[in-house]
């Protein structure tokens, strides 16, 4: 994912990138408002794709606009896939999407972390419970470490 810095002319509507992956036959759109204090980006769209084919020419379709709005300082849109490009996130600066093949967008779970916050995704409670307990086994007690270099 590339950050992008788009001055106010060239910055993307939510509407108008909504209206984007639609018309890109991008189902189950998920649009979630960013708190501004975590000044990353004001939204952040989630969509699932309904193919490998599908994700990547939806972001063709998406950097093709993008290259029309922006301005001459503002880079290019870079896709970042995750594994087997089941994946992708486009940062347009003041709007982040998320593509998602069906199984992977269930598996990361977007939208609990960023619209319930961490303390209430199971995925991430599940997941420190387990670090947790790995972390108490590789933890040696005081007591014992006296007894080693003795």
Same mark, same amino acid.
């Given at each position: 994912m590339i950050l992008l810095s788009l001055d106010e002319n060239s910055k993307f &509507?939510? &509407?108008y990138v909504v209206k984007l992956l639609k018309n890109e036959n991008v189902q189950d759109? +998920? +649009?979630i408002k960013i708190p501004a204090e975590i000044n990353y980006a004001d939204y952040m769209v989630i969509g699932t794709c309904l193919s490998d084919k599908h994700l990547n020419a939806t972001f063709i379709s998406i950097n093709r606009k993008f290259k029309s709005k922006k301005s001459e300082r503002n880079q290019?849109?870079?896709k970042k896939s995750g594994?087997?490009?089941k994946w992708c996130a486009l940062d347009m600066g003041n709007v /982040? /999407?998320?593509l998602f093949l069906e199984e992977h967008r269930e598996y990361y779970d977007l939208e609990t972390l960023w619209s319930c916050g961490i303390e209430f995704d199971e995925k991430y409670i599940e997941f420190t419970k387990k670090q947790s307990d790995i972390e108490k086994r590789l933890i040696v007690p005081d007591e014992e470490l006296n007894e080693k270099n003795a």
């Open positions: &509507d939510i &509407d759109l +998920c +649009c290019y849109l870079q594994k087997e490009e /982040v /999407v998320h």
